[in-house]
């Protein structure tokens, strides 16, 4: 065969496997449309059977809500809520359009012209209900409301498909206006309100009929966040994400021709109106059914599911105990005020909260003097400082990581300081010279005895020696939240911010042998559809026991010998730290026994709680200090908790008693006595020269202290004298963060 015979029998072969592969191809392509054609078909079949078998069911149990219980930890009931369901039901005409079509801007733009569903959103929410991503996917103005009043909130692919096939029932069933009318009627919106005229009152005060424009676009916005977007409540992102959806909602108005765009230029952001607590919260009931509404939301129970009803929650309160708590404020404090004749105290505002140290159990909570008349939890706030109360922190730091003072002695109990006030620390960046309650310098001074009557330089020179950085980390490992906390010396005074609820939590875990402790408030939560079981807290070692239990030997001595005196009884063994902020804004006592750990606080309010002002001169008591009202109250809420005492030691293991080194050199200011007073203020910023007045820098009052200072102040800058918080010169910084006393 030639060349050119053999190339045309390539080539013939050649078009035999084209032709071949091309009907192997085709004979693919037909049965993979095939396939797909029968997929389409058998889900076509599938869902006409399923629309067939889905009837329109009646209203849900979210539609018809009943009452949620709270009980305390017995079993008694503490309060009802949702009986008298917050909902009246309104026609739509009574709903201004304007206000109507914002909620149609805001959720469904296509409402008017779609068959009730998005079939894009919803194949979207079953795919991520599938792969576990729960509540998410769009659903028209249809859907949500037949998800509201027929059906559940349950995340399941059931009732998705069911909501589908209702949805495209209803909407031939039922006129657009009806859908509408049913939607903004059962939405749930925060504030306990149900439908659009409980929401109208609970934010803004008015009824539906005479929402503008701007109220209707915010109302129609916090529907998609309730908890998250109530102005009142919200965080700063939660505001920013609120004005978007509010600003979005608008847009679309306009877009639709809804809204000029001359007439959305005119509108201002409505801001709600402050909430009012609903009826039968009065006294301590709203405070600890709102505590643990919070913790319901933690552990998955949204506001939504709750406010449908049928839950019977069970608190860790213990009622013989939140009695004596109650009984023990009004005895202590509340008899002793005049809030109608006295302008100092009409702005005290107590709180406590009491932890079981070795479960965490809230098992009482003083949040106020009404949950009506003040609706701030004086239990839970986060704005005030702790102020001494964290001196033993520093303790437990230096112990934790081993610190050594500038002469290279091991800190302990027995380490000695020099408890100069005014005296500047050594060994820090930033100059600091805090000035000692009444500036009390006391010379060579133990650990033990600086505790005792917290003493501010040694603890200032003790943070230097364990570092700033070193004690934040053992701060935040025990429990205080990480807010305005600083890593510069001055933090020694508790300049950060925390609540009675979280220093409980903090020293419950002293109490508990350094084992953490977080506080929590719900026992159980039991619905007749599902069961929630609260997240068991970690029980994790957050310091050795070697160093909790050194702490609580100090404090012990604060309680026998120190500030906390008033705490003393023979009836408990007790270890506790007073402490005092700034201008005397707030006092605190901070103490336990080995059965129960208790935090009270006062705090100066002023200006509907706009503003921080000074407890001096509470029920003419003269300066108000940690070792004053909130000691009496927690020795009086402790003897009556306990049944009148407790047999129950402290069982401490290695304490450590520290190295002793050669006494510094004496202070040229006579050493005195410690006496129950609070603590002055210390300032970050040195000055070239002493002066006797405070200086033009700001500086903030900071708590007696306790704290050794272990060498002599070498060449460091010399600082001004620092104003006392009883001196009549009050220091202050920028924004209020002060340093605190005793």
Known sequence: MGRADARRAQAQESRRA????????LFMWKKLLGTFFGIVLLGMGAFGALYLYVDVPAANAMAERQSNVY????????????KGVNRQIVDLDEVPKKVQHAFVAAENKTFYKDQGVDLKGTTRGVLNTLSGKGKQGGSTITQQYVKNYYLTQDPTVSRKLKELVISLKIDQQMSKDQILAGYINTAYYGRGASGIQAAAQAYYGV?????????????????????????NSATDTGKKLVKERWAYTLRNMV????????????????????????????????YLVEAANKELEKQGVSAADREAGGWTFTLTVDKKRQQALEKAVDDQLESKLDREGNKVDATVQAGATSVDPKTGKVVALYGGEDYIKHYISNATRQDYQPASTFKPLVLASALENESETQDGSLIGLNTVYDGTSKRPVVGSDTPFAP???????????SVQKAMNSSVNSVFAQMIVDVTPAKAKETALALGVPDKNFPERPAVTLGTMNAS???????????DNHGQKVTPHILQSAEHRDRTVDPEKPKREQAISRASADTVTKALTGVVDAGSGGAA??????????????????????????PELTTVVALFGEGDGGRKQVSLTGTANSGRASGSGFPARIWADYTLGALDGGSGKTFDLQDVERGEVPAPPTPSDTPSEEPTESEEPTPSDTPSQTPSETPSETPTTPAPPTDSPTVTPPTKSPELPPQPGEDDGQPGERPGGNGLLGQ
């Open 207 to 231: 009824d539906a009929k005479d929402l503008n424009v701007s109220q209707g676009a915010y109302l129609a916005s916090v529907l998609q966040a309730p908890s998250q977007y109530d102005w």
């Open 500 to 510: 009675t609820w979280d220093m409980a939590g903090v020293y419950a875990t002293l």
């Open 435 to 445: 000035q000692n309650q009444d500036d009390r310098s006391y010379g060579p001074i």
């Open 71 to 82: 009980k305390y930890n017995d079993g008694t009931v503490l309060a009802r809520t949702g």
């Open 18 to 25: 084209a032709k071949s592969g091309g009907i192997r191809r």
């Open 255 to 286: 877009e639709m021709d809804w809204l000029t765009e001359s007439e959305k230029a005119k509108l201002t952001f409505a801001k709600p109106q402050k909430p009012k607590p609903a009826a039968g919260m009065e006294g301590q009931t709203g």
């Open 568 to 593: 003393n009884s023979p009836a408990y063994d007790a270890a506790a730290k007073t402490g005092t902020s700034e201008n005397n804004k707030s006092a605190w006592f901070a103490g336990y026994t």
